[in-house]
């Protein structure tokens, strides 16, 4: 009598190793994921983590792996009214207003004029802006320096401020020049239809569709102002000192705890300006950008 009950085939001993191979790679997937992520957080987020460890630290030395004492003494020494710190962060502060303001009255007629498709010789006054970016900052610096030694400029806020304003233009006249393209020319034609002057329609029409974009410009400008360190060393040095100079003094000094606290302030309005930026640049001010 044959049975009524069929034998199944076995599993082949490829579709064994077929099944293995893709639970190993699957595995391997899931693990290597892992480690790229645990590799991008230790370069994002390890230096910022280092230089947080190191604003509180008090006594730190080689072999530990963390300050034998923590305290916040060093905070107090850099917030003393009387320390070099505060001095030099007003000073930093005070250039970069001024910058703003002197690429503002540069950039916003300029870009007004620059967004206009008609103007003669439009690609090469915006190429223009962009020389300084082209060559080694250390080389137009230091000729920057003996230019100004000889009018008197080296070691002023005069001298820093024009210095900080032509490596800022860049930022602030291309912005602009999207932000005014990036307005409704059919308000500024009616507005001129209906009566109104060409100031008052730039006043009243253009200007506050374009302001959004000007604020961002304002925003980049201060930025760069703030952070800018060769610059500044090579004109203003020894008579001028911003935190940029200051954070590297202390930092050639070994002093990497008021390092670390300068480089803290400096990094703390970046972080929040770029919040304002990401609201105030519009994806279609973005699109004009170099247009």
């Given at each position: 009598?044959?049975?009524?009950?069929?034998?199944?085939?076995?599993?082949?001993?490829?579709?064994?190793?077929?099944?293995?191979?893709?639970?190993?790679?699957?595995?391997?997937?899931?693990?290597?994921?892992?480690?790229?992520?645990?590799?991008?957080?230790?370069?994002?987020?390890?230096?910022?983590?280092?230089?947080?460890?190191?604003?509180?630290?008090?006594?730190?030395?080689?072999?530990?792996?963390?300050?034998?004492?923590?305290?916040?003494?060093?905070?107090?020494?850099?917030?003393?009214?009387?320390?070099?710190?505060?001095?030099?962060?007003?000073?930093?502060?005070?250039?970069?207003?001024?910058?703003?303001?002197?690429?503002?009255?540069?950039?916003?007629?300029?870009?007004?004029?620059?967004?206009?498709h008609s103007m003669p010789f439009r690609v090469f006054w915006m190429l223009l802006f962009l020389i300084p970016q082209a060559f080694p900052n250390l080389t137009?610096?230091?000729?920057?320096?003996?230019?100004?030694?000889?009018?008197?400029?080296?070691?002023?806020?005069?001298?820093?401020?024009?210095?900080?304003?032509?490596?800022?233009?860049?930022?602030?006249?291309?912005?602009?020049?999207?932000?005014?393209?990036?307005?409704?020319?059919?308000?500024?034609?009616?507005?001129?239809?209906?009566?109104?002057?060409?100031?008052?329609?730039?006043?009243?029409?253009?200007?506050?569709?374009?302001?959004?974009?000007?604020?961002?410009?304002?925003?980049?400008?201060?930025?760069?102002?703030?952070?800018?360190?060769?610059?500044?060393?090579?004109?203003?040095?020894?008579?001028?000192?911003?935190?940029?100079?200051?954070?590297?003094?202390?930092?050639?000094?070994?002093?990497?705890?008021?390092?670390?606290?300068?480089?803290?302030?400096?990094?703390?309005?970046s972080i929040l300006f770029m919040l304002l930026i990401n609201r105030f640049m519009k994806p279609e001010m973005l699109a004009k950008i170099g247009k």
């Amino acid at each position: 009598m044959h049975s009524n009950h069929q034998h199944q085939p076995e599993p082949s001993v490829m579709k064994k190793c077929k099944c293995f191979f893709d639970a190993f790679n699957s595995r391997m997937s899931f693990w290597s994921q892992c480690v790229f992520i645990l590799i991008f957080a230790l370069i994002l987020f390890g230096p910022i983590t280092n230089l947080l460890i190191w604003t509180v630290a008090e006594t730190w030395y080689f072999p530990n792996a963390l300050p034998s004492q923590w305290g916040m003494k060093y905070w107090y020494q850099v917030f003393n009214p009387y320390s070099d710190v505060s001095g030099s962060l007003l000073t930093s502060i005070f250039i970069a207003v001024l910058t703003v303001i002197v690429c503002l009255l540069v950039s916003v007629p300029a870009g007004y004029a620059l967004s206009k498709h008609s103007m003669p010789f439009r690609v090469f006054w915006m190429l223009l802006f962009l020389i300084p970016q082209a060559f080694p900052n250390l080389t137009v610096y230091m000729n920057i320096a003996r230019l100004f030694y000889d009018v008197g400029l080296n070691g002023t806020i005069v001298g820093v401020v024009i210095v900080h304003s032509v490596h800022g233009l860049m930022f602030s006249v291309w912005i602009c020049v999207a932000a005014f393209a990036s307005t409704d020319p059919m308000l500024e034609r009616a507005s001129r239809n209906l009566g109104a002057g060409p100031i008052y329609t730039f006043f009243h029409i253009v200007l506050p569709q374009a302001a959004p974009g000007i604020i961002a410009s304002c925003i980049f400008v201060f930025l760069e102002s703030l952070d800018e360190f060769t610059g500044t060393f090579f004109v203003g040095a020894p008579d001028i000192t911003t935190l940029p100079l200051l954070l590297y003094t202390a930092s050639m000094e070994g002093n990497y705890q008021i390092a670390s606290i300068t480089a803290l302030i400096l990094l703390v309005p970046s972080i929040l300006f770029m919040l304002l930026i990401n609201r105030f640049m519009k994806p279609e001010m973005l699109a004009k950008i170099g247009k």
